[in-house]
């Protein structure tokens, strides 16, 4: 299983960039699925979650300007990020709990690749 983040870049302050997250493998079903992101010298955060049944979590920071969202016939997950701030800036990295056996069914825990998001004031 593989998980592919992009959607990164350069942006204004105010600004809005689409990220992206793709899981391909064997997949059975996927559980959870969030982004996470690494300021420069800080330690990892989460910034929201979404489970199978579309109910989400957020960081109290992002509320109110970002949205979570996936494609479960895609195995995709989306994080629209509008109103960007300087503190917005980091390594994205999507996780997912995904469940590759239809005979034992239990998930594990997949990273994706970080992607960078750079917020310019």
């Known amino acids: 299983v593989q998980l592919q983040a992009s959607g990164g870049g350069l942006v204004e302050a105010g600004g809005s960039l689409r990220l992206s997250c793709a899981a391909s493998?064997?997949?059975?079903?996927?559980?959870?699925m969030g982004w996470y992101r690494q300021a420069p010298g800080k330690q990892r955060e989460l910034v929201a979650n979404?489970?199978?049944?579309?109910?989400?979590n957020w960081a109290d920071s992002v509320k109110g300007r970002f949205a979570i969202s996936r494609d479960n016939a895609k195995n995709t997950m989306y994080l629209q990020m509008n109103n960007l701030k300087p503190e917005d800036t980091g390594v994205y990295s999507c996780n997912a709990l995904i469940v590759t056996s239809p005979i034992i069914r239990l998930p594990r825990r997949f990273w994706g690749q970080g992607t960078l998001v750079t917020v310019s004031s």
């Open positions: 493998g064997s997949i059975v079903s996927i559980n959870f």
């Open positions: 979404i489970s199978s049944g579309a109910n989400t």
